[in-house]
């Protein structure tokens, strides 16, 4: 767990160097949600539940089977780029061998897909989990309430994830919705809401974890809130000094998921500082051979511009 | 062969598919325990159970939606939407979801669904039970659009819709359901998406419609042929998207004339796309001026008998138009 939360990490601040470089043209950052993606996605089993991340999910796509040079392919839009052969902007995930579903820009049009694989599973008999994360901001929209209402009435074996980092781009929760916690909308659709420390892995696990034994037991879905923060503007080509003050952002990062997991680790004896220290160099020599690799991979040929509105046979 | 109308054939087609797949589910407003407002899935729940006959909450987006995953997850829905008309809220689904699957995903997913819905004007439907929505759609790459007009085309483009590997917007213009009748064969068949069909021959002139429109065309053809000795040439699109201009263009240059009949409104209509294909690709062999008869452009038809009538084309409005173009 903690060395994916180090991956998303890694691969975020890389993702930034490389658009200072000129070389990724936009980057959605993960920083300070590796804790929350990392508790909610870990007790989902890959390569058997499926996986409707939106944007901000580097961790939850690490979980499912993605690698960082996969991420890598898809950020320097990539031929090869297992989520869209370079044709959606970096961080729209999609894999049909992973089981992570493809997603757009638009938000929450996501959700109703959940319900209806949710349907789908149980109706095939199987006993798939369906998860599906979002933002704060996603549950104004229309979608996402028909999302939850489908799942909510059938009792379906699916877990909403809300990551709530305060701000929709610029727009802060209050002027987002009049209530404290996003959780609480998880009543009127018959599910329990959960709140929890979205900056505790440990804490998203556990919640995580009881939603999925519930899901897979038949007793429905569950909204889980976890509330946390986002380091890095909205993306690369936002800029959030116009939305937030810098003393706010420094304060949040005194909840670094990654620090406080390292806390309880060492805490606990789990790992110490030099296998802490190693998991990082490691980790980091990693991701940036992967980078190498993934850039100097193949463009997609102006060629295949028209490839794929319709289906071309089967591979 | 059976005599059935429209509706039965939609309905007896659907079931027999039901009964052969037990991947295929139908989901939309009122159609399980109603059996739906129109009866195309009347006695579907008792036989095939709730699992696959699913009356969903009123969320147009929702249904198109709930749709996407179930196709995703191997199942093939064929949605409802109650009325054309109401399809609207659900224009992100299909535009941002339901086209762009493949192609965003590089072919790694495709959705197998069906989307059904009622449309066109003639029943007093007013402004929201009467709208055209095909062009809207027809502009979208990615999603198949067909509007059969008769009984046997309704049945084989469903059968072929429901086992093409892409979405297909599937669209019934609800004044033929009981209206139209013909012949439907009783053994299972299809008629492939993408074929537009010539449903009269002639020579003097081709009049290219779908639809209601198509049986407006064909009276007035008819009339024509017996009141002035004039043959028309009647073509029936079927399918909007994607159109097909070979079948269209070879009547065009073998008559020389083109008469687009559509009752959407005129400006941006499929009938625009159709007249400037022929424009483009048949110039040099028309004898006359392209026409379009198309909608008014107001917004939408009204209540009254008499706004209705005045926004509908009828089979004398059409033989005028065809006896003026003939005559040029």
């Known amino acids: ?315 | 062969m059976t005599e059935k109308n429209v509706v039965t054939a939609i309905h007896d087609t659907l079931h027999e598919q039901m009964a052969a797949d037990d991947r295929v589910v139908v989901l939309g407003e009122d159609i399980a325990t109603r059996g739906g407002v129109f009866r195309v899935t009347q006695g579907f729940l008792d036989e095939f159970g709730q699992d696959r006959v699913i009356d969903t909450p009123l969320a147009e987006g929702g249904i198109i939606g709930f749709a996407v995953g179930m196709a995703l997850y191997g199942l093939v829905p064929v949605a409802e939407i109650e009325f054309a008309d109401f399809i609207h809220p659900a224009y992100d689904q299909m535009v941002s979801e339901v086209s762009r699957m493949r192609y965003r995903s590089n072919g790694d997913f495709g959705l197998p669904m069906v989307v059904r819905a009622p449309w066109g004007g003639g029943v007093h439907g007013a402004l929201y039970h009467s709208q055209s929505i095909e062009a809207t759609y027809g502009h979208i790459p990615g999603i198949k659009v067909v509007v059969p007009g008769t009984p046997y085309d309704a049945s084989g483009m469903l059968r072929a819709a429901i086992k093409d590997p892409d979405p297909v917007l599937f669209l019934e213009h609800k004044r033929t359901y009981r209206l139209i009748k013909g012949e439907v064969p009783d053994e299972p068949f299809e008629v492939p998406i993408g074929k537009a069909d010539v449903k009269r021959e002639g020579s003097d002139l081709t009049a290219i419609a779908y639809g209601l429109s198509l049986h407006l065309c064909l009276e007035a053809a008819a009339r024509l042929q017996e009141e002035q000795g004039i043959s028309v040439e009647v073509v029936d699109v079927r399918t909007i998207s994607p159109l097909d201009t070979e079948t269209i263009l070879a009547s065009v240059v073998k008559t020389g004339k083109a008469l687009v009949v559509y009752e959407d409104n005129r400006t941006y209509g499929a009938g625009a796309e159709i007249a400037a294909t022929i424009a483009e690709e048949a110039l040099f062999d028309l004898d006359a001026p392209v026409v379009r008869m198309g909608g008014p452009d107001v917004p939408a038809m009204g209540f009254a008998t008499s706004l209705e009538h005045a926004f509908m084309p009828n089979a004398d409005t059409v033989a005028e138009r065809m006896l003026e173009l003939a005559r040029f």
Request: hydrophobic share 40%; with cysteine; net charge negative.
């Open chain 1, 1 to 315: 767990m903690y060395r994916t939360m180090v991956t998303a990490r890694l691969i975020d601040e890389a993702s930034f160097r490389l658009n200072r470089q000129g070389k990724a043209p936009f980057v959605v950052p993960v920083s300070g949600h590796e804790g929350c993606q990392v508790g909610t996605g870990w007790p989902l089993r890959p390569g058997h539940d499926i996986w409707v991340p939106y944007y901000r999910d580097v961790a939850i796509v690490l979980i499912a089977g993605m690698t960082p040079y996969e991420i890598f392919l898809g950020l320097f839009a990539k031929a090869e780029d297992p989520s869209s052969g370079g044709r959606q902007m970096p961080s729209h995930w999609g894999s049909r061998r992973l089981g992570i579903i493809s997603h757009s820009s638009p938000i929450a049009t996501q959700v109703p897909h959940a319900a209806g694989i949710a349907w789908a599973a149980r109706y095939r008999g199987e006993d798939t989990v369906v998860g599906c994360w979002f933002g704060e901001g996603a549950t104004s929209e229309g979608g996402w309430h028909e999302g939850l209402n489908f799942a909510g009435i059938h009792k379906l074996p699916v877990v909403f994830v809300c990551e709530n980092n305060r701000y929709a781009i610029s727009v802060a929760q209050p002027m987002q919705m009049a209530i404290q916690n996003v959780a609480d909308r998880a009543a009127g659709y018959g599910f329990p809401g959960v709140v929890v420390d979205g900056n505790d892995v440990l804490s998203c696990y556990a919640a995580m974890k009881a939603a999925v034994e519930r899901a897979r037991a038949g007793d429905g879905p569950t909204l889980i809130e976890a509330k946390t923060y986002r380091y890095f503007p909205h993306t690369s080509d936002d800029d959030d000094r116009s939305y937030r003050t810098r003393e706010e952002v420094e304060e949040a990062k005194h909840n670094d998921p990654i620090v406080r997991f390292a806390q309880t680790l060492t805490e606990q004896g789990v790992m110490d500082d030099a296998s802490i220290d190693a998991v990082w160099a490691e980790t980091k020599a990693d991701v940036d051979t992967q980078i190498d690799q993934a850039w100097n991979a193949a463009d997609p040929e102006p060629s295949s511009l028209g490839r794929h509105v319709y289906f071309e046979g089967d591979a």
